[in-house]
């Protein structure tokens, strides 16, 4: 079996290390990237227990996962986003052969501290901050679609668990740099802080229940306030292992929906 890389950019290169480490055969490709071991998927010899990763610009996801599906690909990695816009997501889905596992790295929803935030019960309030250094987002997404789309799936998450769906969805303030998201859902309300103009990196998540306060930082990943310290674990590799037993999360559509109505009052701010 063969791991192939479509996009040989900065995660990427993250995946090609991290399935070498796993000790799985990987192929490149990309047009772009001089160290790749091919320039055009059609280089390729298709073998259908491959396993195809698309970590390409986020506006060439759609065409590449048909051509992908026209090859008779079985098991398809898609970065995140599956597609920018939910009308090409719906389509991605209507056009999937039922055989062919289409898999979508929402990369924090294998991390056990979150794991752990989803057995929480009694949940009211959910608060999360999720801020960035100013580094650079992809020319061919926003904020929302590159850095919001992870507390938004963590929110989605969160919400299933506890059994709980979306009512109303808020966006007061909004540029090209920073967004505030809240809403309610049920009897929960939540507020989401997306920043890119941050002096570090941080995320923060706290739980206001009904009889505790859960906070998770982090700078302090596999710790939680008030619950306790959580096993370490790898949720890049804790993805591609569930991605290689075709394990699903089970709810992309529902994020892709949620990021939708997120983006459609974001885009009232330009």
């Known amino acids: 079996m063969n791991c192939v890389i479509i996009g040989l950019g900065y995660f990427g290169n993250i995946l090609k290390s991290k399935?070498?480490?796993?000790?799985?055969?990987?192929?490149?490709?990309?047009?772009?990237n001089s160290t790749a071991d091919f320039k055009s998927l059609e280089s390729v010899v298709f073998l259908e227990e491959d396993r195809y990763f698309v970590?390409?610009?986020?506006?060439?996801?759609?065409?590449?996962?048909?051509?992908?599906?026209?090859?008779?690909?079985?098991?398809?990695w898609v970065e995140k986003p599956i597609c920018p816009s939910l009308e090409d997501?719906?389509?991605?889905?209507?056009?999937?052969?039922?055989?062919?596992?289409?898999?979508?790295?929402?990369?924090?929803?294998?991390?056990?501290?979150?794991?752990r935030l989803g057995e929480c019960e009694g949940v009211k309030h959910i608060e999360m901050k999720w801020l960035n250094n100013g580094t650079m987002i992809p020319k061919d997404v926003n904020i929302v679609e590159d850095l919001a789309i992870h507390p938004i799936s963590i929110l989605m998450f969160l919400l299933i668990k506890s059994k709980k769906s979306i009512k109303n969805i808020n966006v007061p303030y909004?540029?090209?740099?920073?967004?505030?998201?809240?809403?309610?859902?049920?009897?929960?309300?939540?507020?989401?802080?997306?920043?890119?103009?941050?002096?570090?990196?941080?995320?923060?998540?706290?739980?206001?229940?009904?009889?505790?306060?859960?906070?998770?930082?982090?700078?302090?990943?596999?710790?939680?306030?008030?619950?306790?310290?959580?096993?370490?674990?790898?949720?890049?590799?804790?993805n591609i292992k569930h991605f290689m037993s075709r394990n699903s999360i089970g709810y992309p559509l529902d994020i892709a929906r949620t990021l939708e109505v997120v983006n459609k009052a974001f885009r009232n701010f330009e």
């Open 19 to 32: 399935l070498k480490k796993l000790e799985y055969n990987v192929i490149t490709v990309d047009p772009y």
């Open 55 to 76: 970590t390409t610009p986020a506006s060439t996801h759609h065409s590449i996962l048909l051509d992908l599906f026209s090859k008779g690909v079985k098991n398809i």
């Open 89 to 115: 997501t719906l389509d991605i889905f209507s056009k999937k052969p039922d055989d062919t596992f289409l898999y979508c790295d929402f990369t924090w929803l294998q991390h056990n501290a979150i794991k």
């Open 174 to 238: 909004a540029s090209d740099k920073s967004v505030l998201i809240n809403g309610v859902c049920d009897d929960i309300t939540f507020n989401i802080e997306v920043s890119n103009t941050s002096m570090k990196k941080s995320r923060n998540i706290s739980l206001y229940c009904k009889d505790n306060v859960y906070r998770w930082s982090s700078e302090n990943e596999f710790f939680i306030e008030n619950a306790e310290y959580i096993h370490k674990t790898d949720a890049i590799e804790m």
